[in-house]
Nanobody
Framework: QVQLVESGGGLVQAGGSLRLSCAAS????????MGWFRQAPGKERDIVAA????????YYADSVKGRFSISRDNAKNTLYLQMNSLEPEDTAVYYC?????????????????WGQGTQVTVSS
């Protein structure tokens, strides 16, 4: 079984920055893409960003392009999301997830492994 644990969420003012981390442990697949999703109250869980196993390919939702950056350190089994220029609309629970299907898969039901989530709140 794969365990994913997020950290780094919190309360920040609009225009500020946060860096989320996700540590993977357990029986991780030999190669797996990872992604960050977010879910606001009353809304669906949507992709924020995804990254390939080697880190050379990435995907970003239009709403975060130019502000967020996804990266991974496979030696540390850790995924990151650097969030800059945060907006109140970015307020949500952020989840990291892993899939063996590849980085081009961006729907929540295509990811088999999930963390418990970390709250990000951006005040105006």
């Amino acid at each position: 079984q794969v365990q994913l644990v997020e950290s780094g969420g919190g309360l920040v003012q609009a225009g500020g920055s946060l860096r989320l981390s996700c540590a993977a442990s357990g029986r991780t697949p030999s190669r797996y893409a990872m992604g960050w999703f977010r879910q606001a109250p009353g809304k669906e869980r949507d992709i924020v960003a995804a990254i390939s196993w080697a880190g050379g390919s990435t995907y970003y939702a239009d709403s975060v392009k130019g502000r967020f950056s996804i990266s991974r350190d496979n030696a540390k089994n850790t995924l990151y999301l650097q969030m800059n220029s945060l907006e109140p609309e970015d307020t949500a629970v952020y989840y990291c997830a892993a899939t063996t299907r590849g980085w081009r898969y961006i729907r929540a039901n295509e990811y088999a492994y999930w963390g418990q989530g970390t709250q990000v709140t951006v005040s105006s």
